[in-house]
């Protein structure tokens, strides 16, 4: 207590030396003033203070405030008992600025309401970098009650501030509390303020939007800032959206979109459109798109042959892929990890296997460090070309040298390997080694071995497979999963459904070209065109965007890890691939019914391919096509598979002018073609007799740069030996040696049909020769 009187009287006479009118030393008298109250508060705070003898002024407030040594906590004190002892006394706007920085840093975020409400009682405002100061806090605290009460002060105080209510909105979705942001621009665009966001928050909040795949609420957003007369969106707002637009396959408005520009579009722009093209499977289009970018005035960058590159890679272009990779390579710039990736996943699947193995040396001697990926797509393109021993001496020498560049894909990638070779203990010893090494057994693996216990009837390995995987909950689910659906298997079937078809046709499998497109493709007009446009192409693209929509894109599905959202759905394929594996369709369309009636919608392509493909085996065509007429119903979209299910059924029922036809659509569309589906139409012109059209396909299958694989080889020798072709067959023989085509199973038997051909048609000739020397008046 000796201090604090000792204090107050020091205080009172200060106070009366300031307040005299003779005092020559004002100045002084104020440091001495704000060096005795910072050293009391530092020390006991407010209570040994007199309210009636302690000089107060703003310009000492706002001093004592800004003092570094005193504890914010005292600072917050003593601004209050300022307010409580001094009626009389109010504090100024730089005061709170000062204070509700001050409880910002140091964390006392629970103050900022009550100091609101007592700058509303002093009718003080508050100013926009202290408004920022206070909302970026409580947004990065996550106290968003708070800093909604922060806006509607400032909506109701100071009618707003635009660059603070942007700056709230980046800051929301910087911390991805995406349905909060959009709930504050909705308030604030609708309010009484009529806020117009800047052109970098819409941004922001768009990428925001389409990254979190919010569709509908992206649109919304979109046709909102669309429908505001005073907004316009800049460069980068049309390239955000012309880009979100086209990943989610609306090129309509993608192309609507570029038209809108006029000439305001930069590389982005065409890197954004290349990019909407490629994933909508018009890499035709995308090509000439680029061909005209390099005399458009814009330079193609890292970005633009990256793009192209892997659209070209997913379509079996790969002599298009190879042409711009040498392009790139001349133009200086230097491929990545990732590019070579592509270009070598696009390799394997063309069946170009030494072309492939060349690119890696290439990619090893120019120092590109090969990733984990990189031999994933090694090993799996050396199974998928029957070259399987060295699929597995590369995956050996890997785990054994290079530990880093194995994970669970790896491990996953040999597992099916092993399972379709039948080697099931092998698979089981391997999933226990990944389990071992820490990695995640996902659901592939586990429905891979399933589905070879099931195919062996080894059903008793389930425990074993239990065993092994000890860690996660993935194998335990399955397993529920499955012993649930063995129940709802033995239940009888509704009374009501016996004579209802679960796939009501609507038409017959040979009118299956109007599936295909209703609309006539028109070739791009050039009349009209602006003789000063930088991209003329692209321009007639833009004008004609009531184009047929693309049959099916480049998108890839991506590899199940027993997400929530989709577990019932991938579990009911692998038991769908089950059962059709066992040709057991009953059992299958009873999975499906019980799914049906579960309200499971969001069934995937796969699914509905699955079922089509078996029903197209067995001969049900009208059921096939039923299952095609739901799969459009039900807004799954065709892919690749099910048009080589479509061919292949035209094909057995010898329509293989209507699978030409198919095709023909699909080409002139900017359709692709992969290897199956080649194979599969040549199977159908050959048994149909029209050798010539196989042929022909054959040769084009191989000027689009896929090579035919063993299917194709063996495809080629056997309807030309059975036509009666017998050097045709040999020369496809000994052109499948020459280009390394290891023969299979399938071709023994094929080559024993033809040698016995050969045989027989050596024994004919020798006979007629023998015949005729007979028969000759000359030879007695």
């Known amino acids: 207590m000796r201090h604090g009187r000792a204090s107050a009287a020091v205080s009172s006479a200060l106070s009366g030396l300031l307040q005299s009118k003779n005092s020559q030393f004002p100045q002084l008298c104020n440091i001495l003033i704000i060096a005795s109250l910072t050293k009391t508060l530092s020390q006991s705070g407010t209570r040994n203070l007199d309210a009636n003898t302690t000089p107060i002024s ?29 009626p009389d006394y109010k504090h100024s706007s730089s005061a709170y600025s000062q204070i509700l920085r001050t409880v910002c840093r140091s964390g006392l975020l629970g103050e900022v309401p009550d100091l609101l409400n007592s700058m509303k009682e002093d009718n003080i405002s508050l100013d926009q970098t202290t408004s920022k100061v206070v909302l970026d806090s409580l947004i990065r605290s996550g106290k968003y009650d708070s800093a909604l009460g922060v ?62 795949d919010m569709k509908e609420e992206f649109k919304t957003v979109y046709e909102k800032l669309k429908g505001t007369k005073r907004f ?13 637009f086209g990943t989610w396959g609306d090129l309509e408005s993608s192309l609507s979109l570029f038209k809108e520009m006029n000439d305001n579009a930069d590389i982005c722009t065409y890197n954004s459109l290349i990019h909407v093209l490629c994933l909508a499977g018009r890499v035709r289009d995308a090509l000439a798109v680029w061909d005209e970018l390099k005399v458009s005035g814009h330079e193609p960058d890292n970005s633009t042959y990256r793009v192209l590159i892997q659209g070209c890679c997913k379509s079996y272009r790969m002599d298009d892929a190879m042409r711009v990779f040498g392009e790139m390579e001349y133009n200086g710039f230097v491929p990545d990890t990732v590019l070579y990736n592509s270009l070598l996943d696009g390799t394997f699947k063309a069946r170009r296997v030494g072309e492939a193995c060349e690119l890696f040396e290439k990619m090893v001697q120019e120092g590109v460090r090969a990733s984990c990926w990189t031999y994933n797509i090694l090993i799996d393109g050396l199974f998928r070309n029957g070259r399987a021993e060295a699929g597995f001496t590369l995956f050996c020498d890997l785990k054994k040298k290079k530990g880093q560049f ?210 197209v085996k067995k001969g049900y065509y009208e059921t096939a096509r039923g299952v095609l007429d739901q799969m459009g119903e039900n807004f799954c979209a065709a892919d690749i598979a099910t048009y080589n299910v479509i061919i292949q059924g035209l094909g057995k029922l010898g329509r293989a002018d209507l699978a030409s036809a ?48 063993v299917v194709s080889y063996n495809t080629m020798i056997e309807v030309n030996s059975k036509a009666g072709r017998l050097k045709e067959a040999y020369k496809y023989l000994k052109v499948m040696l020459d280009a390394n085509c290891l023969p299979n199973h399938v071709t023994d038997t094929i080559l024993d049909y033809l040698g016995k051909e050969m045989e ?9 020769v023998r015949t005729k020397s007979n028969n000759d008046p000359s030879s007695s």
Not at 760 to 768: E, N
């Open 662 to 709: 198919v095709l023909e659509k699909l080409t002139e569309q900017g359709g692709y073609l992969d290897i199956v589906m080649y194979n599969t139409l040549i199977n159908a012109l050959g048994k149909a007799n029209r050798l010539d059209e196989a042929t022909r396909l054959f040769d084009h299958m191989k000027s689009n740069g896929v090579n035919p694989d």
């Open 58 to 86: 703003d310009p000492i407030v706002l001093q004592i405030l800004r003092r570094n040594s005193l504890d914010p906590s005292k600072k917050l004190t003593f601004f209050k008992w300022c307010l409580s002892l001094r």
């Open 406 to 615: 194995v994970d669970g894909v790896s491990f996953s990638i040999v597992v099916l390997q092993l399972c379709r070779e039948g080697k099931v203990d092998g698979a089981v010893k391997l999933v226990e080694e990944m389990e071992t090494r820490g990695f995640s057994v996902d659901l592939v693996t586990i429905s891979s071995l399933l589905v070879e216990f099931h195919r062996q009837g080894r059903w008793d390995w389930k425990e074993k497979l239990m065993k092994h995987v000890r860690e996660g909950s993935l194998v335990p689910n399955v397993l529920r999963w499955n012993a649930g659906v063995e129940a709802s298997m033995k239940r009888t079937q509704s009374k009501d459904k016996d004579y209802t078809p679960m796939f009501p046709s609507k038409g017959s499998f040979l009118d299956i070209i109007s599936t295909v497109s209703s609309k006539e493709v028109t070739p791009l007009e050039e009349e009209d065109d602006d003789p000063w446009s930088s991209s003329p192409y692209m321009d007639r693209l833009a004008h004609q965007v009531n184009q047929p929509k693309p049959l099916f894109g480049l998108a890839r599905g991506q590899r199940v890890e027993a997400k929530a959202d989709s577990f019932d759905v991938d579990m009911m394929n692998t038991f769908l691939s089950i059962y059709l594996s066992k040709g057991d369709l009953s059992l299958a369309c009873k999975l499906f019914e019980i799914f049906n009636d579960m309200g499971v919608t969001n069934l995937t392509s796969y699914t509905y391919n699955s079922m089509m493909s078996s029903f």
């Open 151 to 212: 806006l509607d002060y400032m909506e109701e105080e100071s009618g707003g501030c635009l660059n603070v209510y942007d700056s709230v909105l980046i800051a929301l979705l910087k911390k991805k509390e995406l349905s909060l942001a959009l709930s504050i621009f909705f308030k604030l665009l609708e309010g009484s303020l009529s806020y117009l966001p800047g052109n970098v928050a819409a941004n922001n909040l768009l990428v925001g939007l389409r990254r979190a």
């Open 232 to 244: 316009r969106f800049d460069t980068c707002g049309y390239n955000i959206c012309i880009h979100a």
């Open 760 to 768: 027989k048609a050596r024994f004919k000739k020798a006979s007629f």
